[in-house]
């Protein structure tokens, strides 16, 4: 079955750093493109970057802040996130689009206190 599992979500004073690991298992993570997602409730679903082998994307809002990588040998994608903000809280999902359908894990809150 085609996994998805985040990890290193958090609570971080604004200002702080975080890293959100990705992990995928029975497919490579790292032939598609990746997406990092949050949602807030009461919101939609908001995608905050990308990475493929055509490069990276971001959302405006969190260009220059955050960086999304991949490791082909872990099978696994990260969002490092700096100088986090308030309005950055959320749970973090990564999803990928395969010929199977698309993909997510379950998410990672992350909670900035301001």
């Known amino acids: 079955q085609v996994q998805l599992v985040e990890s290193g979500g958090g609570l971080v004073q604004a200002g702080g750093s975080l890293r959100l690991s990705c992990r995928a298992s029975r497919f490579t993570l790292t032939n598609y493109v990746a997406r990092w997602y949050r949602q807030v409730p009461g919101k939609e679903r908001e995608e905050v970057a990308s990475i493929s082998d055509g490069g990276v994307e971001y959302a405006g809002s969190v260009k220059g802040r955050f960086i999304i990588s991949r490791d082909r040998a872990k099978n696994t994608v990260y969002l490092q996130m700096n100088s986090l903000k308030a309005e950055d809280t959320g749970v973090y999902y990564c999803?990928?689009?395969?010929?199977?359908?698309?993909?997510w894990g379950q998410g990672t809150q992350v909670t900035v206190s301001s």
């Open positions: 999803g990928a689009r395969t010929i199977l359908g698309d993909h």
